[in-house]
């Protein structure tokens, strides 16, 4: 697996789209993956890391504790605002 640093990997279009659907409201694995259309992989990859950065909380649902639930940290929230401010500051 690739080592990201944080930066790239907060630059990088997956996480940015991961980000921002999380934004929205909170969704399993298997959802997201759909929502995105992205190679379920990649976002597989991209979820672990940004829970290591704490920029993603999951909880295990389910009699199996199979399906997890994802939503946005706080400090997730703070980054995916401030990688949308970029973006615009950008556009102009």
Do not use: C, F, Q, W
């Not at 990201?4 to 959802?31: F, H, N, P, Q």
Request: charged fraction near 40%.
């Amino acid at each position: 697996m690739k080592e990201y640093g944080i930066l790239e990997l907060l630059m990088d279009e997956i996480t940015i789209e991961i980000l921002s659907a999380l934004k929205t409201k909170e969704y399993y694995v298997r959802e997201l993956i759909k929502a995105i259309r992205r190679n379920p992989n990649a976002v597989v990859r991209r979820l672990k890391i940004l829970e290591k950065y704490e920029l993603i909380k999951s909880r295990v649902e389910g009699k199996l504790h199979r399906r997890k639930m994802l939503s946005l940290t706080e400090k997730g929230k703070e980054v995916s605002n401030a990688i949308r401010e970029v973006y615009e500051i950008i556009k102009r």
